[in-house]
């Protein structure tokens, strides 16, 4: 036979529920919050790794200039590098 289910039982069902469905809601907060984070955190990373190359063209550009302005002056100088 079928029990008959009471108000009460059915009241502490549902709480059981909510309760669940609570501490869901928490773990989804908590993940978006850390997710939050996360992407914070990566596109401060990605700015810093833009400047780094930012950083590295510029560094490149100076050296390729002063090769450039070394090998004016050593053709001034009518300098040669020794073979080896």
Do not use: C, F, W
Request: a negative charge.
């Amino acid at each position: 036979m079928a029990e008959r289910v009471t108000n009460e039982q059915l009241y502490e069902a549902l709480k059981a529920v909510q309760g669940g469905i609570a501490k869901v809601e928490r773990g989804l907060a908590e993940m978006r919050a850390e997710l939050q984070s996360k992407g914070e955190h990566l596109a401060a990373l990605s700015a810093s790794y833009a400047t780094l190359v930012s950083d590295g063209v510029r560094r490149a550009d100076q050296i390729a200039e002063l090769r450039a302005r070394i090998e004016r002056i050593e053709r001034r100088l009518d300098v040669e590098e020794p073979s080896i």
